[in-house]
């Protein structure tokens, strides 16, 4: 039985928060924003429309509301949870964590004695509360004219329908269910049917490769996939369902079976035109509006895993991120609600893909935990022309859009024009995440997109993080283009040197956190040992992100970049390791080096170094067959801008390859090299830039 929350009003716990904040303020009304160091400020009108739905006036009540939720994490984010239904509450010593390896295995433990499900949360509690009608999903097809609607109600139906379809074959709690789909409807909701079983999705990004996708299966053994027969992105078709044979392919060859894969049927490949695997293959079409529209919730432990998620680092395979249910659930909903200042039947765009961690918080869970109402649009920014996003924007009146930075940067290089075309009035927040947003982009999106109306909320987080780290809140202090600004409540970021040491005040150097957070990743599936290793062995007692980070005199947070081997490339991150060792697994490599160079759409793009064996040319066809590797063994995403032929690498007596000297070479740096001496072989240098060449 529903023991908690079930009968309280729509996010009690998260009202109780910010009326907190809200009754220390009204003294301090007049408080207004000012333009620093070229800081844009949004006019005061609209603050106070923020400050009214959000219950934070200014940096003060911030202030006092991050000081509750740093001293009192257990407190602070169990009054939040009371807003939600629980099947039972969590214990009073539920919030503990270990970050110091040293001291023991690391962990992280909040609400643990509850019981909840994040799928009923979503949909149930709100269809309970009369939002039955509401709409849910407003889904925009890769073509004008292609459209759906579902409402909350619908959702819900749907979502127990491929439940009851998953029990049908098997699927139970705990079990990992892969899903390979494009952003269509049956995405979110293949993913809310799988929690509402307490079974662990695994999406994966629909450009992964078939090598990728195997993998990912392999690993995590997921024996069911939800796919499609094809897709359209822009003008390109994809061949989704032939990529997944081949991944079932090469699983089985190295004694993984795929038993079942629930196909749905795209326009892109109607159904005579789909290759199919009798007994293993089944079209969603057939299969799931047989099912019953109502399905049991299963209840789970709010530490149970609630999805994976592949992310590249710096080395070896993609890491499977586990991510547990009841912190997952309570941080993205209280993110979502203050960064984008979300009320229910908001209108709410986020352009992320499911496959990765921004469209897992902030198009699935974040949004509908809010009962937002949410845009999806399958298609790519600049089909059929330049302005379908504002096409979008007009035609369902989105209130918020949460996008990423390359995607700013190739629309804002389409001209004006095509924005103006298009009425905007209905934006109030602006949304960027995924790599460092460059003052030029900032300005663009604030002054020609939201007519400086609209804040600019520039969130800092990561896969590992689950939810946003450092953002600032629309209306509640002033923005910086390209800054982060502050941390978002329960986040204790420190800055520390190369040795490990605290830095203070206005400083650059290393980010870390400090303190756990609820959506903090949990493990790494099958591995809590190289958990460990990546995130808390490099510094003792602190959480390791990879990011360089500025922090301002105002405390502001500006991160600079990854300072591991790590390339975010459109906002998407490819290991090095990766596409080197599937330049390597090529034929005519005998060596690869890849490093990040940036790059004026895609933030970064890819440059590899590539020694070939004896008897290679380094030819066109070659280049091409090279790049062809790796977007078969990873995806096109990851196909690298630039092929530079190398005599060899430079590489130390020890053996490890100088990437800074590679880098350097790159962006034609050749003066500042800096110290060669140490390389075994310092011709090398030489010899490599005589064969510069000029691809990107
Ligand atoms: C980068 C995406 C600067 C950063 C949510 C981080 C950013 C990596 C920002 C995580 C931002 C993300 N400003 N850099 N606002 N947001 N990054 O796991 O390097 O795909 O470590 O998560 O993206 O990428 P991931």
């Known amino acids: 039985a529903v023991l908690t929350g079930h009968l309280a009003p729509q996010l009690s716990g998260l009202e109780r928060a910010g009326a907190l904040a ?94 909840t499900n994040i799928a009923f949360n979503c949909l149930d509690r709100h269809v309970e509360a009369g939002r039955g009608s509401q709409p849910c999903f407003l889904w925009e097809g890769n073509d004008v004219g292609q459209e759906r609607k579902m409402t909350y109600g619908e959702v819900l139906q749907e979502v127990c329908r491929v439940a009851n379809w998953l029990k049908s074959v098997g699927v139970r709690k705990g079990d990992a269910v892969a899903i390979y789909l494009p952003l269509i409807c049956e995405l979110p909701i293949a993913m809310l049917a799988c929690t509402r079983l307490g079974a662990v999705h695994s999406v994966v990004f629909a450009g992964f490769s078939a090598d990728s996708l195997a993998q990912r299966c392999i690993d995590c053994r997921s024996r069911v996939i939800i796919t ?173 859009l949460y996008t990423a930075p390359t995607l700013i940067r190739a629309l804002e290089a389409q001209g004006d024009t095509w924005v103006k075309k298009h009425d905007r009035s209905s934006l109030r927040v602006l949304g960027s995440v995924g790599e460092p947003i460059n003052p030029r982009a900032w300005r663009w999106l604030f002054e020609v997109v939201g007519e400086r109306r609209c804040p600019v909320i520039d969130t800092w987080w990561q896969t590992e993080t689950g939810t946003v780290m450092i953002s600032p809140l629309p209306g509640a202090w002033p923005e910086s283009p390209g800054s982060a600004t502050l941390p978002f409540f329960g986040v204790v970021p420190v800055l520390v040197n190369d040795k490990g040491k605290e830095l203070h005040g206005a400083t650059e150097g290393i980010l870390c956190i400090k303190q756990t957070w609820p959506a903090a990743i949990r493990t790494i599936k ?35 970049g990854r300072v591991d081997d790590v390339i975010n490339v459109s906002g998407h991150r490819v290991g090095t390791a990766e596409v080197e060792a599937a330049l390597a697994a090529h034929g005519a490599c005998v060596e690869a080096a890849v490093v990040g160079v940036e790059h004026k759409i895609k933030g970064q793009g890819i440059y590899a170094y590539v020694a070939l064996a004896q008897d290679e040319e380094p030819s066109e066809a070659t280049r091409k067959s090279l790049i062809a590797a790796v977007r078969q063994h990873i995806g096109a995403f990851a196909a690298p801008d630039v092929i530079h032929w190398a005599p060899g690498l430079p590489k130390t007596r020890s053996g490890k390859i100088m990437r800074r000297i590679l880098r350097k070479i790159a962006v034609n740096a050749d003066s500042e090299l800096g110290d060669v001496s140490t390389l075994a072989d310092p011709s090398v240098v030489q010899a490599i830039i005589s064969m510069r060449v000029t691809q990107l």
Not at 92 to 100: A, G, I, Q, T
Not at 539 to 549: A, E, N, P, Q, V
Request: with cysteine; net charge positive.
């Open 22 to 115: 809200g009754s220390a303020i009204l003294a301090r009304r007049s408080t207004v924003a000012t333009s620093q160091e070229g800081g844009a400020v949004v006019p005061d009108t609209v603050q106070v429309e923020y400050r009214a739905r959000t219950g934070i006036h200014s940096r003060a009540d911030y202030e006092r509301m991050y000081r509750h939720s740093v001293d009192d994490p257990a407190g602070f984010w169990g009054d939040i949870a009371a807003g939600f239904v629980w099947e039972r509450r969590w214990a009073p010593d539920h919030f503990s964590y270990n970050l110091d390896l040293q001291s023991g295995r690391v962990s992280t433990r909040i609400f643990a004695g509850g019981r």
């Open 228 to 400: 499609a027969s094809g897709g359209m992105r822009g003008s390109k078709r994809v061949e989704l369902k032939q990529i997944v044979d081949a991944a079932a392919k090469v699983a089985a060859e190295k004694g993984h079976k795929i038993h079942k894969a629930l196909v749905v049927e795209h326009p892109a490949a109607p159904r005579g035109k789909c290759p199919w695997a009798r007994g293993r293959d089944v079209w969603y079409g057939d299969a799931v509006p047989a099912q019953q529209a109502t399905c049991q919730v299963e209840w789970v432990d709010a530490e149970d895993p609630l999805f994976l998620l592949y992310t590249s680092g710096s080395t070896g395979n993609p890491k499977g991120v586990v991510h547990s249910t009841g912190g997952y659930m309570v941080g993205a909903a209280t993110t979502a609600k203050y960064c984008f200042d979300l009320q229910p039947g908001d209108v709410y765009w986020c352009t992320a893909d499911c496959g990765w961690i921004t469209g897992h918080t902030y198009l699935a869970y974040g949004p509908l935990l809010n009962a937002a109402t949410n845009v999806i649009y399958e298609g790519v920014p600049l089909h059929p022309q330049p302005d379908r996003m504002w096409q979008i924007v007009e035609k369902c009146k989105v209130r918020t």
């Open 526 to 560: 099958g591995d809590h040992k190289r958990f460990e290793q990546t995130y808390f062995s490099t510094f003792k007692g602190l959480y390791f992100t990879g990011d360089g980070c500025r922090r301002d005199d105002r405390g502001y947070y500006t991160i600079t």
